[in-house]
T-cell receptor, first 112, second 111 residues
Framework: DGGITQSPKYLFRKEGQNVTLSCEQNLNHDAMYWYRQDPGQGLRLIYY???????QKGDIAEGYSVSREKKESFPLTVTSAQKNPTAFYLC???????????FGPGTRLTVT | QKEVEQNSGPLSVPEGAIASLNCTYSDRVSQSFFWYRQYSGKSPELIMS????GDKEDGRFTAQLNKASQYVSLLIRDSQPSDSATYLCAVRSGGYQKVTFGTGTKLQVIP
């Protein structure tokens, strides 16, 4: 957990609603990542940002949007276009030279 | 073909035994390899990194890398019930910041 906070820990939404997940870091890192984890599918990269005001799509960006207006914040919006939004969402920063990922505590989103 | 493959398990070992977790990867230019431990309901935590062929030891953990066979493994000696978790293998390809994760192997250490 350390210098990455994600809130809330659990989030419940109705289908058709957009929802924004928070990720904040106090480690002064330029890069931040968003992953999604589903049972049996491992972690999949949604978006990543290498610097403020810049971000790139990952492998499964459809139905998601992000912003990077501040170095310490990288919020993820799950839009109504995301077909299967129920998942465990993890924010991460690369802490070492080889981009070892350091994860926040995660947000478990349930959409019904 | 999956980029990073792991047996999903569960792998059951008795307490005190050696647990052996395996991972294969498809991208020959991969250069950095990681093992994460994930307890149920928690986020993954990094336990080992390895970059060159051979073994790397850290306490009860040993990571082994064979780039020719595109194979990386994690050995846990003197397994404890607290080692029961899902272990994720991850790989980074050279010159790119993206890290690809396997689906994980669930380890159960039986007291």
């Amino acid at each position: 957990d350390g210098g990455i906070t994600q809130s809330p820990k659990y989030l419940f939404r109705k289908e058709g609603q957009n929802v924004t997940l928070s990720c904040e870091q106090n480690l002064n890192h330029d890069a931040m990542y968003w992953y999604r984890q589903d049972p049996g599918q491992g972690l999949r990269l949604i978006y990543y940002s290498q610097i403020v005001n810049d971000f790139q799509k990952g492998d499964i960006a459809e139905g998601y949007s992000v912003s990077r207006e501040k170095k310490e914040s990288f919020p993820l919006t799950v839009t109504s276009a995301q077909k299967n939004p129920t998942a465990f969402y993890l924010c991460a920063i690369p802490i070492l030279q080889e981009y070892e990922q350091y994860f926040g505590p995660g947000t478990r989103l349930t959409v019904t | 073909q999956k980029e990073v493959e792991q047996n999903s398990g569960p792998l059951s070992v008795p307490e005190g035994a050696i647990a052996s977790l395996n991972c294969t990867y498809s991208d020959r230019v991969s250069q950095s390899f990681f093992w994460y431990r994930q307890y149920s309901g928690k986020s993954p935590e990094l336990i080992m990194s390895i970059y060159s062929n051979g073994d790397k030891e850290d306490g009860r953990f040993t990571a082994q890398l064979n780039k020719a066979s595109q194979y990386v493994s994690l050995l846990i000696r003197d397994s404890q019930p607290s080692d029961s978790a899902t272990y994720l293998c991850a790989v980074r390809s050279g010159g790119y910041q993206k890290v690809t994760f396997g689906t994980g192997t669930k380890l159960q250490v039986i007291p």
